[in-house]
DNA sequence: GGCAACATATGATCGAAGTCATATTCTAGA
DNA sequence: TCTAGAATATGACTTCGATCATATGTTGCC
């Protein structure tokens, strides 16, 4: 199943594929055929500066989509590399422009797009702090911590051992507690 | 006049105001009336955590829009206080959902949208590399290095002292040409 | 059960970025 | 024109996060 707001459109529009590392998915230049919602795997979209110079501009992983604004330009602005092999589904462009006449996707995709911005607002402010103890704090507070610290240090733009040694400190401190390896709650 | 795509909104959806430094524009768990547009001046979007942590969600500026989710929220998730007085105008709600019934609204706002998603995305790239050289020559190729050194300094979440030492390393290996004070470009 | 892979955890060391200080140049405005 | 403030620029010093190393605990799988 297909996240939201893709989930609405007719199965016409989407072609799965299966990808190998190493493949390109699409060059800057070339014509847009839609965006992408990545399944499994991993692909690096990069831009190539004026000097040659390689610049990644997203990561994308599991579960996310990518190449969004392909759908309201005519060419690829960057390149889709495949980094791990896994599947994704293509999402044909001018279905999408089409569903945006309908007022229920045009919803749901705002609804999106409006979330998806503020958490992006929210992990740059995050990341802006500079105490590896504030930052990790400030993680926590926002609820990054579900998962293993190690995503939650990757999260923060921190090293797991950082993102460790300012737990520790922060349990130290009583601002956290720890009841068990490897879990941390607000104090 | 107001940035794309709510210049598509009819003006009896718009309520411009003026603002003092302290004024609080709305309270976390209050109905939402919509979101603002930020003509001049500074606003804190600061959410409360469990055990009253003040978390700054996001610092606004002149020219940019905020609470954007809140079209889409009964309550706002957040506290917006005045940091610097200023013009905003409150864009209304209902009118917003109600224009989406108008594809070009739709397809203009979700332009942007997808616009801005991979603008940040592309900026948490930046910020997270490490080394302050190799983060200023992304920077620069980003072509974030168009006003001021302090702003692009900002933008990479780098201090000027930090920016300036990279950029006059990146100018003695040639990589970067400085033709007078203050101008950078790329080599 | 036993092993491989990974997450958790922490110590030692180093280097790079931050902080503080200061000087110069530029610009806007009284 | 003079001045205040900001941007540019760089030096000295410190600190904190990265790196490397290592050990233990946990989980999934054959």
Redo the contacts between chains.
């Keep these: 199943m297909l996240p939201e707001p893709y989930d609405l459109l007719p199965t016409t529009a989407l072609s799965p594929q299966s990808v190998a590392a190493g493949d390109v998915l699409f060059r800057q230049g070339t014509r847009t055929r839609g965006l992408y919602v990545l399944k499994s795997g991993r692909v690096h979209l990069e831009r190539v500066?004026?000097?040659g110079?390689r610049?990644?501009?997203?990561?994308a992983g599991p579960g996310t989509s990518f190449a969004?604004?392909s759908?309201?330009s005519e060419r690829y602005h960057c390149d889709a590399i495949i980094m791990d092999a896994g599947e994704l589904v293509r999402i044909d462009k001018s279905a999408v422009?089409a569903a945006?006449?309908n007022?229920d996707f045009?919803?749901a995709?705002?609804?999106l797009?409006?979330?998806?911005?503020?958490a992006?607002?929210?992990?740059?402010?995050i990341?802006?702090i500079r105490r590896a103890e504030d930052r990790v704090?400030?993680g926590i507070?926002?609820g990054f911590l579900d998962g293993t610290v190690v995503d939650f240090a990757v999260r923060l733009?921190l090293t797991q051992e950082t993102t460790y040694r300012a737990l520790r400190a922060l349990v130290e401190a009583g601002r956290v507690i720890n009841p068990s390896r490897g879990t941390y709650r607000?104090?």
Tied chains: 1, 2.
């Design positions: 500066g004026p000097n110079e610049l990644i501009i997203h990561r969004e604004a759908v309201f422009l945006f006449g007022p045009a919803r995709y705002a609804c797009a409006a979330q998806q911005v503020q992006h607002r929210q992990i740059m402010e990341v802006g704090m400030a507070v926002a733009q607000l104090a």
